[in-house]
C-alpha cells in the first residue's frame, strides 16, 4: 500500500507565522521555488521529502508535527455532527471534509462549535417542562465539552505545565519518597496534612492553612491529591496564564480546566516526562511494573502514557478512555488516528466493555477501524471503592492502544498473531458514520447508506444496506 501523500499547508502557514517570515523567505530557507511553496500552502500539491528535511535541519522542527493529527479528528469530529439526523441525507463527500480540514480549519472548528450550540438548544426545548419557570435561563456551551475539546485539540500534552512538574519532581529527588517529600515541602510553607476517615478525598481550609485527606483513599489516590493542591497553592500564576491563552467562554469552564491543569501538574510530577518515558521503553509499557515504579495506580499510568507527545522527545502515540458501566465515555484522548465517539458511547465491538465481565485482567485484541488502520488495544476494569461498608462502589473500564506498527514496543503484544488478517476485529467509532454493512452490533443506520427493507426476509438487521 502506497503512503499517503502529506498535505498539510495550514501546518506550513503556521509555522512561517510563528518564525516570521515571509513567503519569498521561507521559499528560500527551504531550497523551494516561491511558487512552489505557494502551491503546497495552498495544498494544491503535497509537502516533499525535501522540504521535510529542510525544516528539521533548518529550524529543527519536529516533523511529526507535520503530521495529519489535528486535520484527522476535524474530519472525524465533522463526519459525526454531520451524521446528526437534522442534516437529512445531504452530507458531503469525506473528500470534501478532508479539503476543509486542511484548507480551512477555522471554519471546521466554527461548524463545530455551531452544530454544539445546536444540540444544546435542541436538548434544552427536549426539557422544556423543566425550565419553565426559571429566570434567567440563557443558552451557554457546555463548559464540560469546551473543557474536553481544549485538551483534544492540545493532543493532551501541556508543555509548560509538564515541564514545570518535572523539576518540582527533580527538586524532591533525594527528600525519600514524593508523598513524604511533599507533605514535608507544604508543611514548609505552613500547609499542615492530616487524614480523616470521615473527610472527602480533598479539601483545603484556606483560613487555617490545613489540607485534609481521606485515610480511606487508596496511597496512590493520596499522593496524586496532595500534589493537586500542590499546583493550586504553589503554580497558581502558570495555571492562570494558560487558562488565559485557553480564552473559555464560561467562569464553569475556567474551573473545570484550572482542575484539569492541576491534575496534569499531579500526574506529570508523580511520573516526570523523561523518568517515566524511559522507564516505559524499558519496560515495553508494562502498566503493572510502571506502576510499582512510580507507585500510581493503573489508570494513572494509562493516561500518563498517553500524554507523551513533548516535541522532539515523543513516546508512542497512544489512545486512552475510559468508560461507565453504560458505556458512556468519561474519558477520551487519543494521539492516533483513532477518534471517539464525542456524543453517545463507545462501539460495542470493542474489548472495553468486555474487561467488566473479567475484573482484575487485562484484555488484549487486535481490531480495525473502517478506514484500514489496525491496532492493539488493552482493557481493563477499574473499582473504586468507597471505603467502608455500604458505600457506593464506583466501576469503571479502561483501554490503552496504538497502531498495531509499534505493537511490538508492548509487552502485551507478545504471543499474538500480528501478521494474520483474520485475528483483527472489526470496529467503529460511533454507528451513524461506520461505514460497515455486515456489522451484527449495528444500532442505527449509517447516513451515507440508503436502507432497502424486505418485507419477506429478516437477517441479523430488520434491512439491508445498499
Known amino acids: ?3 499517503r501523500k502529506l498535505y498539510a499547508g495550514a501546518k506550513l502557514r503556521e509555522i512561517r507565522t510563528r518564525l516570521s517570515l515571509t513567503q519569498k523567505d521561507f521559499a528560500a530557507k527551504l531550497g523551494v521555488s516561491l511558487p512552489y511553496l505557494n502551491q503546497m ?24 508535527e507535520l ?15 454531520l451524521a446528526d439526523p437534522v442534516f437529512g441525507d445531504a452530507a458531503p463527500p ?3 471534509l478532508r479539503l476543509t480540514a ?3 480549519p477555522a471554519l471546521a472548528r466554527a461548524f463545530l462549535e455551531l452544530h454544539k450550540a445546536y444540540r444544546q438548544t435542541h436538548e434544552r426545548l427536549a426539557s422544556l417542562d423543566e425550565a419553565l419557570g426559571r429566570e434567567g435561563t440563557q443558552l451557554q456551551p457546555s463548559p464540560w465539552e469546551e473543557v474536553r475539546d481544549f485538551f483534544h485539540y492540545c493532543d493532551n500534552y501541556i508543555d509548560a505545565v509538564d515541564r514545570t512538574a518535572e523539576r518540582f519532581s527533580e527538586l524532591l529527588q533525594g527528600e525519600g519518597d514524593i508523598r513524604s517529600a511533599t507533605i514535608a515541602r507544604l508543611a514548609h510553607k505552613g500547609v499542615k496534612v492530616r487524614f480523616d476517615h470521615n473527610a472527602p478525598l480533598r479539601q483545603f481550609d484556606v483560613t487555617s492553612g490545613v489540607l485534609t485527606l481521606s485515610a480511606l483513599a487508596p496511597p496512590e489516590t493520596q499522593t496524586f491529591q496532595l500534589l493537586l493542591q500542590v499546583a493550586l497553592l504553589r503554580q497558581n500564576p502558570l495555571l492562570e496564564a494558560t487558562l488565559d491563552l485557553a480564552r473559555f467562554q464560561t467562569e464553569a469552564a475556567r474551573g473545570i480546566a484550572k482542575i484539569g491543569l492541576a491534575n496534569y501538574f499531579a500526574g506529570a510530577a508523580i511520573m516526570p516526562y523523561g523518568a517515566f518515558l524511559r522507564a516505559a521503553q524499558e519496560t515495553r509499557h508494562d502498566l503493572e511494573r510502571l506502576a510499582a515504579l512510580f507507585g500510581a495506580s493503573i489508570e494513572q499510568v494509562a493516561h500518563r502514557l498517553s500524554t507523551l507527545q513533548r516535541p522532539g522527545a515523543k513516546g508512542i502515540p497512544f489512545f486512552f478512555v475510559r468508560v461507565d458501566q453504560a458505556g458512556t465515555i468519561t474519558k477520551r484522548h487519543s494521539s492516533t488516528r483513532l477518534q471517539f465517539a464525542r456524543f453517545g458511547g463507545a462501539c460495542p465491538l470493542w474489548n472495553v466493555h468486555r474487561a467488566f465481565e473479567t475484573p482484575g485482567r487485562f484484555l488484549r485484541q487486535l481490531a480495525e477501524t473502517p478506514d484500514g488502520v489496525r491496532y492493539i488495544s488493552l482493557a481493563r476494569d477499574v473499582t473504586k471503592p468507597g471505603g467502608h461498608f455500604g458505600a457506593p462502589v464506583r466501576r469503571y473500564a479502561i483501554a490503552l492502544g496504538c497502531e498495531v506498527k509499534h505493537a511490538r514496543a508492548m509487552v502485551y503484544a507478545d504471543g499474538m498473531d500480528l501478521d494474520r488478517d483474520e485475528a483483527f476485529e472489526p470496529i467503529g467509532i460511533s454507528c451513524r458514520i461506520c461505514e460497515r454493512t455486515t456489522c451484527h452490533q449495528r444500532s442505527v443506520p449509517p447516513l451515507e447508506r440508503r436502507l432497502h427493507v424486505t418485507l419477506n426476509r429478516r437477517d441479523v438487521l430488520p434491512y439491508e444496506l445498499e
Not at 522540504?51 to 529543527?60: K, S, T, W
Request: hydrophobic content about 40%; proline content about 2%; aromatic content about 2%.
Open 102 to 104: 486542511s484548507n480551512a
Open 1 to 3: 500500500m502506497s503512503a
Open 41 to 64: 500552502e495552498n495544498n494544491n500539491r503535497p509537502v516533499s521529502t525535501t522540504v521535510v528535511l529542510a525544516l528539521a535541519q533548518e529550524f529543527g522542527l519536529d516533523v511529526t
Open 67 to 81: 503530521g495529519q493529527g489535528d486535520s484527522e479528528r476535524l474530519v472525524t469530529d465533522m463526519r459525526e455532527a
Open 94 to 96: 469525506l473528500a470534501d
